[in-house]
């Protein structure tokens, strides 16, 4: 099991659905791998794999995520989502 706290980097932009539109997104980063990847906050636990319950952590900018992955691929799970979540995308 791999565990990392990552500082979510992603800007919200006006123009878009910032959460619905971050959020398909993780979910389709966390679906890449086969390891189990949990998002914790505020005392939630979240599947990264489901939609539906990655809806209601509403990651903003600047905000801490305890980021945990299980499996085969765990290293490379946690890496790719770090890198997600750490990358301003302009």
Same mark, same amino acid.
């Given at each position: 099991?791999? $565990?990392?706290?990552?500082?979510?980097?992603?800007?919200?932009?006006?123009?878009? *659905?910032?959460?619905?539109?971050? &959020?398909?997104? !993780?979910?389709?980063?966390?679906?890449?791998?086969?390891? $189990?990847?949990?998002?914790?906050?505020?005392?939630?636990?979240?599947?990264?794999? *489901?939609?539906?319950?990655?809806? &209601?952590?509403? !990651?903003?900018?600047?905000?801490?995520?305890?980021?945990?992955?299980?499996?085969?691929?765990?290293?490379?799970?946690?890496?790719?989502?770090?890198?997600?979540?750490?990358?301003?995308?302009?």
């Amino acid at each position: 099991m791999k $565990k990392r706290d990552v500082i979510v980097k992603i800007p919200v932009s006006p123009e878009q *659905s910032p959460q619905a539109t971050r &959020t398909a997104m !993780l979910v389709q980063v966390a679906n890449r791998y086969d390891s $189990k990847i949990y998002f914790e906050i505020d005392n939630k636990k979240i599947n990264a794999k *489901s939609i539906m319950g990655m809806m &209601t952590l509403k !990651l903003n900018e600047g905000e801490s995520v305890t980021v945990t992955t299980e499996g085969d691929d765990e290293e490379a799970a946690v890496k790719g989502i770090e890198q997600y979540l750490s990358t301003r995308v302009k």
